[in-house]
């Protein structure tokens, strides 16, 4: 009997009591940005940096080049041993030479979970491709050797499905740290955790070879960029800017590359606000891409089910959550920024998964539930090595977008990128745009997790079997009050603005040199005309805490 009320006492902790939640940033670091003064260059500037950190007892850790030349400012993240990240931006905003400083947030990528068809044996059970019309646009165009996207995710493995189009040249890890571990100093193809070869994979896996998948495109050239370290799924946002940092240089070294978009499927769960963040070195960064305009900035909306561009209005339970009261979820919260596009997930019924993110925010939805793509037969950690692997989450509905935006490129290779979003956005199925239930959903989701663990306690026997029943009740109430805040938008909220993503009907509206306009409120909508110029090529992820 002692036994039995000691196990379900601690049970019911678990169930009850605020978890313990952990850094939301590395201590001792901080983001800045610096004035430039006036008649100084950049580089020149970057020397009265370094001085004026050593002032307030901190050093230059890293400095952004490109994005500092772009902008006119000095990018850099600054370090130090003694002091706190408060106190270091505390110190950092009292000087006259300093725009803004911020914490150096962690980051984590998505959990993951009569057409021309290629040969390859399981492109038909991509039913993603299917869902956007895409095999009604390969009619026209597979892809085109000539377009880029840029992967920015935890690797890309030499997959035998991907090499042919994988731009090795441009491979990129930013993870270099010398004298650290060895799974930082490894190449950009070491995804020991595979969620950035899925994405590649659904993005450009070679079509019509015979072998595994086919992606949106059978022909594209895929730009990895590695960011996470491939020992943990989470990594700070330096990291991040540098990749930003890395591709602004490309694309200004390069200057005919066509990028069609760069493809990020990660998210951080933030206590800032979409106007505080203006003001934050993290979406500085972003600004400073956006404003080249030379590339679609995809971005996945997250996992947690709740409402993109808004405020958690709960602490996720259990302990290890991704978020709680008052955070916001980001890059999809991000406004004002002209190339962004964020993207939810959609069900193969054509019903919302409960677990992505939704709302005003959110621009389009894509398939992200039971994705078939290839995978790293040398993932560790405890994940499964395999070829190919099904996965669910919001990072597999944003390859989909962004494989979308290359085969529409290919097809208009002179295409702007405001011209290959209102196209993208304006050509959405709005009728497959179904609305979330987000009381009803949690409260199933968080009372089957529950039931789990309960019985579990039951087989091993900690919990006595006649206590199931009551347990259960008592778990289902601790969910509706957790959660009862949302039970007022139970029904009333839509996955996207736009409903699904159509390549075909997008296809199409950029075949009608007409204007193109995007509306429905959004601070990056867009009104573009289609060039007559423009002519048809015939056959182209959470960012988190530190656990």
């Not at 068809?117 to 050797?145: F, H, M, R, Y």
């Not at 495109?217 to 491939?230: A, G, L, S, T, Y």
């Not at 760069?262 to 505080?276: D, H, I, K, W």
Request: charged share 20%.
């Amino acid at each position: 009997m002692k036994r039995k009320i000691f196990a379900l006492s601690v049970f019911a902790v678990m169930i009850l009591c605020c978890p313990a939640f952990s850094e939301t940033y590395a201590e001792g670091e901080a983001l800045a940005v610096f004035r430039v003064p006036e008649g100084v260059s950049v580089s020149a500037a970057c020397v009265n940096v370094a001085e004026s950190a050593g002032k307030i007892g901190a050093s230059v850790a890293e400095t952004y080049e490109t994005l500092s030349e772009i902008e006119g400012k000095i990018f850099v993240l600054v370090r130090s041993s003694t002091k706190s990240t408060e106190q270091l931006i505390s110190d950092l905003k009292k000087r006259p030479d300093v725009i803004t400083a911020s914490p150096n947030y962690y980051a984590k990528r998505q959990s993951f979970s009569a057409s021309e068809i290629p040969n390859d044996p399981s492109a038909d059970l991509c039913w993603g491709l299917k869902a956007i019309n895409a095999p009604d646009v390969w009619e026209v165009t597979t892809g085109s050797e000539n377009i880029y996207v840029c992967v920015v995710d935890t690797g890309v493995y030499k997959h035998p499905d991907l090499t042919g189009n994988i731009a090795a040249e441009y491979g990129f890890n930013t993870q270099t740290v010398s004298g650290d571990y060895d799974l930082r100093n490894v190449s950009w193809d070491s995804d020991f955790i595979g969620h950035g070869t899925h994405v590649a994979g659904t993005v450009g896996a070679v079509g019509n070879n015979n072998i595994g998948v086919a992606g949106v495109n059978w022909n594209v050239r895929i730009i990895p960029v590695r960011i996470f370290d491939n020992k943990n799924a989470y990594e700070t946002i330096n990291f991040e800017i540098r990749a930003l940092n890395y591709i602004a240089n490309l694309l200004r070294k390069n200057p005919d590359l066509k990028l069609a978009a760069l493809n990020f499927s990660l998210g951080a769960a933030l206590p800032v606000t979409p106007q505080e963040m203006q003001n934050d070195v993290y979406y500085m960064a972003y600004q400073a891409l956006d404003s080249l305009n030379r590339t679609l900035i995809v971005v996945a909306a997250g996992n947690s089910g709740v409402e993109t561009g808004a405020a958690a209005l709960f602490d996720e339970p259990g302990s290890n959550p991704q978020f709680k009261k008052g955070d916001y979820f980001y890059p999809a919260s991000f406004t004002g920024l002209n190339n962004l596009i964020v993207v939810g997930a959609i069900d193969s019924d054509d019903t919302a998964p409960s677990f992505t993110n939704w709302g005003e925010k959110v621009d389009i939805a894509a398939p992200g539930v039971d994705i078939l793509s290839t995978y790293s037969p040398i993932a560790i950690g405890g994940r499964s090595p395999a070829m190919y692997r099904y996965s669910s989450g919001t990072s597999m509905s944003a390859p989909h977008v962004t494989g979308a935006a290359a085969l529409l490129m290919s097809a208009y290779p002179n295409a702007t990128p405001s011209q290959i979003k209102a196209a993208l956005l304006e050509g959405a199925n709005k009728n497959k745009n179904p609305l979330v239930y987000p009381f009803a959903g949690f409260v199933k989701d968080f009372v089957a997790k529950w039931t789990q663990y309960l019985d579990n306690g039951i087989e091993t026997g900690i919990i006595a079997p006649e206590s199931r029943d009551a347990e259960i009740a008592q778990i289902t109430r601790n969910a509706e009050e957790l959660y009862a805040p949302y039970k007022q938008l139970d029904g009333t909220g839509r996955v996207s603005r736009m409903g699904l993503l159509d390549v075909k009907a997008s296809y199409e509206l950029l075949g009608k040199n007409v204007m193109v306009t995007v509306g429905g409120g959004s601070s990056s909508g867009c009104s573009v005309g289609v060039s007559a110029v423009i002519a048809i090529l015939a056959g182209g992820f959470i960012l988190r805490r530190k656990a």
